[in-house]
């Protein structure tokens, strides 16, 4: 057990002896749960993230014969903390940790969306997933009762609803942009309210995009659950497959062959090297720098094409499956794609040099939507944005998953926190990524790429990895035949969007494109 | 500056030189399943490996329906009697009445055309493939087509995803603002019949019941070339992958 989580239980013992159930859930000890009370739950939350300062996963509602809620919280060794309550079916309040553990806002206003409870004591619950122009009032699509296969008489569209308006102030501007905005974007809303130049609250509008995935998953094939796990964002679509393959193989303790391992880690970089690439083009095109965004647009399609050509999917579909992958690769293309990995690595490595002697472009980034380590801590902020804040938490250190622990790599982190930290981050991240590519290809182990059949169990497990934007946790139920019972997803652009607004508020409105670039969001990865 | 302008000049054309001359280069496309010759046995089976009821027995063995396809490869990985399996791009197919032929749709789109998009909720992979059409590969520029962030300038209405409840009114109202004459492509298998979301409480399963759509380009996502095929077709510069006899041709429009 490691050292991190003896201590805690010790503690928690000695703490909360009668009143919490401890338990220690998992082989090998790395997974520890504490039973409470509903009324104790701001108080453990608050001493796991406030004093021990774990990290907040997420939030896992389920409705069985009574409601069960699960606060997933990980630490920075590899230890699972997870506090879990349970209420009557015929109840529906819950005391809000929100005011407490602010990372948990916006699950709390989900789920009171989504299943219809009562998070007593949260400041601002109301239109959130479920547009209030659009649902009835009293619909909770995600409760069992709700069938989710038909479709749901909606309001008449009300053309002149508009988002509630908090700046009341002479001058005071609302500038209403999108759903449908710019060139070729995904669907989110923002009210920019401005007085004079500055934008004082940048309050983003989502799921225009909401497909509804975790109620449509329920009830299908484990196995076809994966192919909509692959659609949750598909330009993170393997980091998402791993997750889901993986929370099932804990639950069917299926050890996953070595070689099948080994290239995933090898697609799972390649994935993050691509998005960190789309990410620094965006970032260059949203300030006007032709140039840069055409070469850093050039290595994407290079990348899209290295793992067309490998994989046959331009988006590594398909290839995650249980017990491992699909298909084998040849090592000896594996060993090519690494090379033309490399090369574009060294590319890369030019532009970067390239930007950082261009003042007029760092001008435009530098102290610009700057987030603050503490900022970053309580909003529960993940991956390349949370360490460019200096708060360096990754999954793949904290909870190593397919031998990460056995791998060398640097997970690197900034401290300013502004859009330049942002930038810089990505292109070291995205040199690690290249290196741990050639480093594996070099020696692919020999062997299996999967194991045949996975005897599929009843039961509950989360899987977790660290996708390009940051922490996922999956947590899937399976019920009788392999059916899927609950299937949660948490995402880092969840967390990342509900910080995102710190980052915008108090600059000028011209700087909120390139601060929106900084942070290269998936809204198809938050809205699910 | 003059650092970009030298590193431009270095790294040379890229673009492609379709449609002109067939693009080849590997990783462009991912492919598709084709109709395959087997036993009727057999084509039970294999029809039983689909998700999403894409493959359905014939007289000859085993058709695909492209609309529905999601590109999950389970019917030539997960079987020894693997569906076969075709490369290429030019899938777009005429989808309404009106231009079955594949014919020139008229003059009015002849010269340059400006193409809005509007994501009605995908998974991000086809608005991505989109967005890769302004990369110095395809860079479309080249053929006269441009995106613009205004319905009131767009020529083509470029839509993606599955359509969502929260999406059919920014849908309604960009469709009706865009002036007529107007071209509606639908790209992907989610818009055109709802992929792997199929239909649900909150997807309409694509976006065919919705709004009159000419010309459908299949794929999970399609590629940036489905696309631009895709659009050639919308303007009447290209024929429709129908015309050739090729994969998803008019015969299989309007199953499923
Ligand atoms: S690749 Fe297409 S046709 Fe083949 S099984 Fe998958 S969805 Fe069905």
Redesign the pocket.
């Known amino acids: 057990m490691p050292a991190e989580l003896r201590e805690l239980v010790q503690e928690a013992q000695a703490r909360w002896t009668s009143r919490v159930g401890l338990s220690l859930d998992g082989a090998d000890g790395t997974a520890c749960q504490m039973e409470c009370e509903p009324s104790e739950l701001p108080e453990i939350c608050n001493w796991l993230f406030s004093d021990r300062h774990y990290s907040f996963g997420g939030l896992v509602v389920e409705q069985r014969t009574r409601w069960e809620l699960r606060y997933a919280f990980y630490g920075s060794e590899a230890s699972w903390v997870h506090v879990v309550t349970y209420l009557s079916d015929a109840g529906d309040r819950f005391p809000s940790i929100s005011g407490l553990v602010h990372a948990a806002d916006w699950h709390e206003r989900e789920a009171e969306d989504l299943f219809g409870l009562v998070f007593e004591g949260h400041p601002r619950l109301g239109d959130f997933v479920l547009h209030n122009d659009v649902w009835q009032d009293g619909v909770t699509p995600m409760r069992k009762t709700f069938d989710g296969r038909k479709p749901v008489t909606h309001r008449a569209p009300d053309l002149n609803w508009k988002p509630r308006r908090i700046v009341e102030e002479t001058g005071a501007f609302a500038m209403p942009v999108g759903p449908v905005h710019s060139t070729a974007t995904a669907p989110v809303y923002f009210q920019l309210e401005t007085v004079g130049e500055d934008v004082i609250r940048a309050q983003p509008r989502l799921f225009y995009a909401y497909r509804g995935l975790e109620k449509i998953a329920e009830g299908r094939r484990a196995d076809d659950v994966l192919l909509i796990a692959e659609r949750i964002s598909g330009t993170s679509a393997f980091a998402h497959s791993l997750a889901l393959c993986q929370g099932v193989e804990r639950l069917c303790h299926v050890e996953v062959p070595q070689r099948a391992a080994s290239l995933r880690v090898f697609l799972a970089e390649l994935e993050r090297l691509r998005h960190h690439v789309a990410a620094i083009a965006g970032v260059c095109e949203s300030t006007g720098l032709a140039v840069a965004a055409a070469h850093a647009a050039i290595l994407e399609e290079d990348l899209l094409r290295i793992s067309g050509s490998l994989t046959g999917h331009r988006y590594l579909f398909g290839l995650n499956a249980f017990g491992g992958l699909s298909t084998d690769f040849d090592d000896a293309a594996c060993g090519r794609g690494a090379a033309a990995v490399a090369q574009v690595a060294e590319k890369l490595t030019v532009l970067q040099g390239m930007l950082s002697a261009s003042s007029s472009f760092l001008d435009r980034l530098e102290e610009v939507g700057i987030v603050s380590f503490a900022n970053a801590r309580d909003f529960g902020l993940v991956g390349p944005i949370a360490r460019a804040s200096g708060l360096s938490r990754d999954l793949r250190k904290a909870q190593p998953y397919c031998g990460y622990d056995a791998i060398k790599f640097e997970v690197p982190q900034e401290s300013e926190g502004d859009g330049y930290a942002r930038l810089r981050l990505l292109f070291r991240e995205a040199e690690q990524s290249a290196r741990i590519v050639s480093a594996i290809t070099r020696d692919l182990p020999a062997g299996r790429f999967r194991i045949p059949e996975t005897d599929l169990r009843q039961g509950a497990a989360l899987g977790w990895v660290e996708a390009p934007g940051g922490a996922a946790l999956h947590w899937i139920r399976l019920g009788e035949e392999g059916r899927v019972e609950r299937y949660r997803i948490i995402t880092p652009s969840f967390a990342n969007w509900h910080g995102f607004r710190l980052a915008a508020e108090s600059f000028a409105f011209q700087d909120f494109p390139i601060i929106l670039a900084t942070f290269a969001l998936s809204v198809h990865e938050n809205d699910r | 500056m003059s650092q970009w302008v030298i590193r431009g000049l270095r790294t040379g054309v890229k673009s492609t030189r379709y449609p002109r001359v067939e693009e080849t280069a590997a990783g462009t496309s991912p492919g598709l399943?084709v109709s395959t010759a087997l036993s009727s046995d057999l084509a039970q089976s294999l029809v039983a490996?689909?998700?999403?009821d894409?493959?359905h027995p014939s007289i000859t063995g085993v058709d695909?329906s492209l609309r529905?396809?999601?590109?999950?490869?389970?019917?030539?990985r997960a079987t020894n009697n693997p569906?076969d399996w075709k490369g290429g791009y030019e899938w777009a197919t005429a989808a309404s009445d009106r231009n079955e032929k594949g014919t020139r749709f008229g003059p009015a789109f002849s010269r340059s055309v400006h193409i809005l998009v509007v994501d009605a909720g995908d998974c991000g992979a086809c608005l991505n493939e989109v967005k890769q059409l302004n990369n110095p590969y395809y860079n479309m520029h080249r053929l006269g087509f441009f995106l613009t962030p205004t319905p009131r300038h767009a020529d083509v209405l470029l839509v993606v995803g599955a359509l969502t409840d929260h999406m059919r009114l920014p849908l309604r109202k960009a469709y009706d603002a865009m002036p007529t004459p107007k071209r509606v492509v639908a790209a992907g298998a989610c818009a055109l019949s709802g992929g792997i979301f199929g239909q649900s409480f909150m997807c309409a399963g694509g976006v065919g019941e919705f709004l009159p759509v000419d010309v459908e380009v299949p794929g999970n996502p399609p590629p940036p070339l489905a696309i631009l095929h895709g659009l050639l077709v919308a303007v009447g510069r290209k024929p429709t992958a129908g015309s050739h006899h090729g994969p998803g041709g008019p015969a299989e429009n309007g199953s499923g």
Do not use: D, K, N
Not at chain 2, 49 to 52: D, E, R, S
Not at chain 2, 68 to 76: A, E, G, K, L, Y
């Open positions: 399943p490996h689909c998700p999403v894409a493959l695909v529905q396809c999601i590109h999950c490869f389970r019917c030539v569906m």
